[in-house]
C-alpha cells in the first residue's frame, strides 16, 4: 500500500480489489439490472468490478476514467 497526500491508495488490480461480499452496495434495483443472468463474482467479471469502483471509490473511479 501506498500513500499520496496522506491518503491510503491501494495497488490492487482491479479484478482483485473487490469480492462478493461487497455487492451489498447494489440496491435491489441495481441488483437486478447488474446482477441478472451474469457472473456476480466482480474477480470474473471486469463490468462488475467497475460498477462497484464507481459505487465504492467514485474519487479512484474519477481519476482512473479521466
Known sequence: MTTEVGQAVSANP???RYSA????????EEADRFL??????PR????L???????????????LVA
Do not use: C, H, K, Q
Not at 44 to 47: D, G, K, L, Q, T
Open 21 to 28: 461480499s461487497d455487492l451489498r452496495v447494489f440496491s435491489t
Open 44 to 47: 470474473r467479471n471486469a463490468s
Open 36 to 41: 441478472d443472468g451474469v457472473i456476480a463474482d
Open 49 to 63: 468490478a467497475w460498477e462497484l469502483l464507481y459505487r465504492l471509490e467514485p474519487d479512484l473511479y474519477e481519476r
Open 14 to 16: 482491479l479484478m482483485e
